[in-house]
């Protein structure tokens, strides 16, 4: 053996990348996450024909005009709908019939928006027989609802409801298998599904601070629009959260050491950080898996939390990711009850 083998320096070293190999939640992180990570966002943002964006006219002559465009679907509304419309997020530009021509009104920070204009004026401009003929002004707004940060707010806090409920209960019951704590609780007089209730309850009590926490900070700093009703986000949250505290239970329902239920978590979460649409529309993916994505507990979350946030849709106008939801609930809830294991 030589000097460099016998030296402190290297024994220590190699015994540290030794522990590394051996730890699978590390080599989950440095060489498979960013892998699949790629592969999901590789998907997401292949190549493909442009998406049709939605605008407004005030005129059934506007409507036809940009509907001639493949890149753009249009539908007549009055100037206030418009305005509305573009506040939710539901169209990206609206056309304004003007004595002397045509105002664009939308959302110069929004890239959609700004290749919405060139679509539009494009079309009505061809339609009138020449580039140009028809004078055009633009009407910039910046409405809540339309921007980026009020997209992605819904979904991070989709995810937050998720790492809290899965990663909160899932660890508890697993330090309290290691500790033998949940043996003492065999002898009790209680039932299986009682103890495990108490954990989904627990949560609601975290849920509220939480949720109350993350949205008050989003309207504060950034002004993000509640258009839907507070007590129906409300139960969208506690709905969520509930169901994702099911996955948790369903995962540390066997496990015995916190190295396999973090790796149980991280295989469950994984497929929802990268398809669920938290930081893109999760309609990006091909069509051939929607039916996997839409059946995702977090894309439901999400897609209900954005109707509700932007677009103040009510409950009756999301019984599907509500459906949904409901199914994560009670499926995993009732298998948790016949697979727990106490010790």
């Known amino acids: 053996m030589n000097k460099l083998q016998r030296s402190s320096l290297y024994?220590?070293?190699?015994?540290r990348f030794r522990l590394t190999l051996r730890e699978p939640e590390a080599i989950f992180w440095v060489f498979i996450f960013p892998i699949l990570l790629a592969v999901g966002l590789g998907i997401a943002f292949r190549n493909r024909p442009a998406d049709v964006l939605q605008v407004?006219?005030?005129?059934?002559?506007f409507t036809r005009a940009l509907a001639a465009?493949?890149?753009l679907a249009a539908s007549t509304m009055d100037q206030p709908t418009g305005t509305r419309a573009l506040a939710n997020g539901s169209i990206l530009l609206l056309a304004i019939q003007q004595p002397d021509g045509v105002a664009y009104?939308?959302?110069?920070?929004?890239?959609?928006?700004?290749?919405?204009?060139?679509?539009?004026?494009?079309?009505?401009?061809?339609?009138?027989?020449?580039r140009n003929v028809v004078p055009a002004a633009d009407r910039l707004v910046h409405e809540p609802g339309s921007r980026y940060i009020d997209f992605v707010v819904p979904g991070l806090l989709g995810m937050n409801?998720?790492?809290?409920?899965?990663?909160?209960i899932g660890f508890s019951i697993v330090e309290a298998r290691q500790k033998k704590l949940l043996k003492r609780l065999v002898a009790s007089p209680m039932r299986r599904w009682q103890f495990l209730a108490a954990y989904l309850i627990s949560r609601l009590t975290m849920l509220v601070l939480e949720v109350v926490a993350f949205l008050g900070f989003a309207r504060l700093i950034f002004a993000v629009p509640f258009h839907g009703s507070l007590w129906q986000l409300a139960m969208l949250c506690v709905l969520a959260s509930l169901s994702?505290?099911?996955?948790?239970?369903?995962?540390?329902?066997?496990?015995?050491?916190?190295?396999?239920?973090?790796?149980?978590?991280?295989?469950?979460?994984?497929?929802?950080?990268?398809?669920?649409?938290?930081?893109?529309?999760?309609?990006?993916?091909?069509?051939?898996?929607?039916?996997?994505?839409r059946a995702l507990p977090l894309t439901a979350a999400i897609e209900a939390l954005r109707g509700n946030m932007l677009q103040g849709l009510g409950l009756q106008h999301m019984l599907a990711p509500i459906a949904v939801l409901l199914a994560w609930l009670a499926v995993p809830f009732a298998v948790s009850v016949r697979i727990f294991r106490w010790k």
């Not at 024994?11 to 015994?15: A, G, T, V």
């Not at 409801?161 to 909160?168: D, P, Q």
């Open 105 to 130: 009104q939308f959302d110069d920070t929004n890239p959609d928006a700004r290749t919405a204009r060139l679509l539009a004026d494009r079309a009505i401009q061809a339609t009138a027989g020449r």
């Open 11 to 15: 024994q220590l070293s190699i015994m």
């Open 161 to 168: 409801l998720m790492g809290s409920a899965i990663w909160g």
């Open 69 to 71: 465009d493949n890149g």
């Open 244 to 293: 994702f505290s099911a996955l948790g239970l369903l995962v540390s329902s066997r496990a015995r050491t916190m190295e396999a239920a973090s790796g149980l978590m991280n295989l469950v979460m994984l497929p929802m950080w990268i398809l669920s649409g938290v930081f893109f529309s999760a309609s990006r993916f091909p069509a051939i898996i929607q039916p996997i994505v």
């Open 56 to 61: 407004g006219a005030t005129t059934p002559q």
